[in-house]
């Protein structure tokens, strides 16, 4: 151990540590300098500033037991210096830490800070199980080379569904069959990473889980992953999965898309078999896809919703037609959701794709009474969910957490009566968006902005999402967020709707959009 290490750094250094393994946050946070401009990075990403570095810290829980093996010591400057210390896990493994030291105002502060953790088996944030592969596709085939996150949904013969709950889990039987919505990646070529997470039942937006943690933002550190596909959302963001098989009720593939920067599709409603998928609402259940990129998505829509690459896709709209009309409608409703800094962000994106050499017509309409629409969409959601799970949920009281546990509290509570009357009122909303769409596509931001903070109210935020995100799931039409906005530093995806069974049409109409509205990016500095 070296020990020129100044001995009142050395003590605070200590006492540092002391709280590390105590989890002593009001003295963490007091070891770091306020302000700013405060800096702390580890595999995740890089916090800036006190207040962004303290929330986080708010939500991690301790660290593992260990012992510090060693400590270095490099003298930057006056009363700044340069310490790198080895951690020694009792669990095994080791880790390092790196921190520029200050003295400020008599005392020494961390001013930056680096830490590598201990190589971990798998992010169980992110994974249920995880292999390389976890089950070897068809040797060749259209996605050969591509490696797929299953959503805890699906069924894979051999193995339990879990649906986000460890009690879920314990009980459920392994599966005898495989879901034909993973069978048809396996026989284009692509291999499974893993069965990813999910929120509890799927019932939620967010991205977090009161049992296994939250999955990490591959975009935006410290956010929020976006729900409730955020277990394969974040391996694609993390670059641990080419593709992410997901569900959408109510913008489960959508959120998480536009919180991490991906392309996520919804497709049209029943269009892909939902066999040996848990249901959450079969009314507005859909499966769909996460990539990093449209060529991706376009090669898995390609052989899964065409004749020749699906066995099981009941493709009731025939095949993926002629290209989508160049026109797009502005939904007005949709846009007062949205908060200034993406409205802002989304005008300029209009404004840019209207100055360009190939300019679509852009016309604002009326989308409707969203609350009513939401609120009949609600109504309905969790009537079915409490008829799919409403048993368990008796059977098992305290066996979700609170947020997911409420839901299901005023869903217990719908009568036949609301049920009915909430069916009825869809009917013609479905019919409108249905008609906006029969000769254009809509197009507005996905969300109303970035990726909540973990540690953010998100309350009013899930409430405007939710808003934003149903009315296409009311209606059965596909949907597609592109990651065409940056909102401070942190994307935002564009959503486009159109017409149902255009699926394929559609993932084309934005791969063209995006090459239209292409930037080359920028850097963040501070």
Partial sequence: MTETVPADLRAAFDAYESAIVTNDLDAL?????????????????????????????????????????????????????????????????????????QRIDGRWLITAAHVTPRTPALDRTIWRSVGDPFLQ?????????????????????????????????????????????????????????????????????????????????????????????????????????????????????????????????????????????????????????????????????????SYDGSASTENVYGASGADLPWRFLVPEEILDCVDASTREAFSKLLAALAASDDPPPFRAVHAGDLDAAFTAFRTVQGAEAWRNDGEWMRAHPGAVGAAVAERFRVAARITADQERAARAELEPIAADLAELVDDAVLIFPTVPGPAPQRTADVDAVRAATLRMTAPAAIAGLPAVSVPLLSVEGAPVGVCLVSRAGTDLALVRLARRLAALAAVPPHPTES
């Fill in 137 to 305: 596709g068809a040797w060749e085939g259209p996605l050969e080379g591509l490696t797929v996150a299953v959503k805890d949904l699906f069924a894979i013969a051999g193995f339990r569904i879990g649906a986000g709950n460890p009690t879920y889990l314990e009980q459920a039987r392994p599966e005898k069959a495989t879901a034909p919505a993973v069978a048809d990646l396996l026989r284009g070529g692509a291999s499974l990473r893993g069965i990813a997470r999910t929120d509890e039942f799927a019932y939620s937006i967010a991205g977090d889980n009161a049992h296994y943690g939250t999955p990490p933002n591959g975009a935006v550190v410290g956010a929020l992953p976006g729900g409730s596909s955020s277990g394969p959302a974040s391996a694609v963001a993390l670059g641990h999965a080419d593709i992410g098989l997901a569900t959408d009720t109510a913008g489960s593939i959508r959120v998480p898309a536009s919180y991490q920067g991906l392309w996520g599709l919804r497709t049209t409603h029943d269009l892909v078999p939902r066999q040996g998928m848990l249901p959450l609402a079969q009314s507005f259940d859909t499966i769909g896809w996460l990539t990093r990129d449209g060529e991706t998505l376009e090669r898995v829509a390609d052989w899964c919703l």
């Fill in 29 to 101: 946070d007091a070891f770091f300098a306020p302000g700013p401009d405060t800096l702390r990075g580890d595999t995740a990403g890089l916090l800036v500033g006190h207040d962004a570095i303290s929330g986080f810290r708010a939500l991690r829980g301790g660290v593992p037991p260990r012992d510090i093996s060693e400590v270095h010591y490099r003298p930057l400057g006056d009363d700044v210096a340069l310490l790198m210390s080895v951690s020694a896990f009792r669990g095994g493994g080791r880790g390092l830490q790196t921190q520029v030291w």
